[in-house]
């Protein structure tokens, strides 16, 4: 079993959520993020999220894959004071829904002084919320980024034991991990990770506190990142208990502090039932036979 704790499956198609159940993948978490161009009002942004708690949480749903969300307002959009100003307004009641298990992900792109500012409010937020925190991590300037994001945390008085800082790299697993948080690593195709660095990681730092994740979006990514890393660590003669801690319990772990994550949910899962609708919508389309609970066996 894999969980993938960074994956923004609002891009992504049916096919790949069948993929990934397919390899084993129970769980996605998908954070709250930027969606490739400015959004203009609050009102996209209310749309956007209840979308991923809603109907995006439905169509995971319709192929066995469980579906969790962090909330929160990314870093390239705090720029727009007057939106994020709009957006920490509605975020409190967003982030108390029935499957949110972080604020995320949330954190600097260009470390200016509203990203700063919205950063530590919802810091404040996950605190007063007592919920995990998913830290982004920017792409330029990172150890500087990452560092800084690492001091304002403790300087929020939160648990680095609670706060899982992403994107990390060579460049800054020692701090990350010498400091007490979660590190997780983004493993893409051209950039970020390799699943092969990622490999080298584990044996030079073990598998304590490390979390592999895909960060698949709308961009060129692999959402089955997740297993093929598991699959080449063991390869490469990790042992299959750090292989697990790396790909599925140490996500678990950090995420399922926020109460809303457990395994039950995907070992007691309820049975897949194509038949069933969101407002009226169903994934399949016309002409297709919907997956169903066989008669007496309380399963599909």
Known sequence: MFIDPHAHMISRTTDDYEAMAKAGVVAVIEPAFWIGQARTNVGSYRDYLSHILGFERFRAGQFGVRHYCCIGLNSKEANNEELAEAVMDI?????T????????????DEQTALEDKYFRLQLDLARDLDLPVMIHTPHRDK??????????????????????????????????KDRGFWAAFSIYPHSKMTAERMAALVKTYGAERLIADSAC????????????????????????????????????????????????????????????LYQGNTVLRGGQTPRMPQSGSGNE
């Not at 008085?157 to 800054?172: F, G, Q």
Request: glycine share 8%; proline share 5%.
């Open 217 to 276: 979006d709308w961009g060129v990514s692999d959402p089955l990142s997740v297993p093929k890393t598991a699959k080449l660590m063991a390869d490469s003669g990790i042992s299959a208990e750090d292989v697990r801690l790396v790909t599925y319990a140490n996500a678990l772990a950090v995420y399922g502090k926020s109460g809303q994550m457990a395994e039950a949910d995907w070992l007691s899962p309820e049975p897949i039932d194509q038949r069933t």
């Open 97 to 108: 829904k029935e499957g949110v298990v972080a604020i995320g992900e949330i954190g600097y």
């Open 143 to 176: 150890k500087r980024g990452a560092s800084r994001s690492m001091d304002v945390i403790l300087e929020h008085k939160l648990d680095p034991s609670r706060v899982v800082i992403d994107h990390v790299n060579e460049e800054t697993i020692q701090e990350v």
């Open 91 to 95: 975020l409190p009641g967003f982030a």
